[in-house]
């Protein structure tokens, strides 16, 4: 993976916060059996120098576990997170592995209700802002 739109289409996936990151894992549905894995992390972060260590530490752990937990014709995309580089290198391990069973666990995209904001109903639809904002009416 190395386009941004990989990348997009990913967030669209499944997604299995942990303390250290969080995975992503989007089915490709383009009958391509590979797996695919991507790695960012953001400046928020740190300098240059953790950021690279942080990719290097998830680049060892996509290449042990994905083999044999990892989804067949699926991105796999782990994003850092603030305190990940200073985890310990087997916390990391398990919570990847932990991640990946929930990732396996989840409903399927069709059976989930969507993301919180997105039903009907809830949050401040058109015409957000105060009462007293509106217009009146004379």
Known sequence: MGRRADFLAANR???APMPGFVLLVRDRADGDPAMRFGITVTKKVGGAVIRNRMKRRFRVLARELLPLHGFAGADHVLIGRDGGIERDFTLLRTELQK???RIARAPQAGDSPPRH??????GRGKGGGKAGDRGKVP
């Open 117 to 122: 904001g997105a039903r009907a109903g809830h």
């Open 13 to 15: 996936g499944k997604r």
């Open 99 to 101: 991640a990946l069973g």
